[in-house]
């Protein structure tokens, strides 16, 4: 094989990898654009907010509070009114923090006595839950 035949195999070589890998990332590219355009990787959700849904879908209490809006007053209150403390939040509530934190991670149910409880805090220490 002469000099100039290896060297036209090898360039041929080069451009079949670098084609390769084009085409891959083109390939990859494609993928994630379908997926963010569809809504599966582009949604954002807190951790709990899934399971939370899939516990329960009835009203936790008379003005139709929903679970994933009874932990959003909990998030708020742990934030802005005990220095985002779990331990902190399940003191005022007279819960153990195991439950708190169970509620924020979506593994329990929030019953009613609770998200009144926290209503009642935030009314008494002027913070906005809602």
């Given at each position: 094989?002469s000099?100039?035949?290896?060297?036209?195999?090898?360039?041929?070589?080069?451009?079949?990898?670098w084609?390769?890998?084009?085409?891959?990332?083109?390939?990859?590219?494609?993928?994630?654009l379908?997926?963010?355009?569809?809504?599966?990787l582009?949604?954002?959700?807190?951790?709990g907010?899934?399971?939370?849904?899939?516990?329960?879908?009835?009203?936790v209490?008379?003005?139709?509070?929903?679970?994933?809006?009874?932990?959003?007053?909990?998030?708020?209150?742990r934030?802005?009114?005990?220095?985002?403390s779990?331990?902190?939040?399940?003191?005022?509530?007279?819960?153990?923090?195991?439950?708190?934190?169970?509620?924020?991670?979506?593994?329990?149910?929030?019953?009613?006595?609770?998200?009144?409880?926290?209503?009642?805090?935030?009314?008494?220490?002027?913070?906005?839950?809602?």
């Amino acid at each position: 094989m002469s000099a100039n035949t290896q060297h036209i195999n090898g360039n041929a070589a080069r451009n079949t990898r670098w084609l390769t890998l084009v085409a891959g990332g083109v390939g990859l590219g494609a993928t994630l654009l379908f997926l963010f355009a569809s809504g599966r990787l582009g949604a954002v959700r807190t951790k709990g907010q899934a399971r939370r849904n899939r516990l329960s879908n009835q009203p936790v209490d008379d003005r139709g509070t929903g679970q994933e809006q009874a932990a959003q007053i909990l998030s708020k209150l742990r934030d802005r009114g005990f220095d985002a403390s779990d331990e902190k939040l399940a003191l005022a509530l007279g819960r153990p923090t195991g439950e708190v934190e169970a509620w924020e991670a979506g593994k329990a149910i929030i019953d009613d006595d609770v998200v009144m409880k926290a209503r009642g805090i935030a009314l008494q220490r002027g913070i906005a839950v809602e």
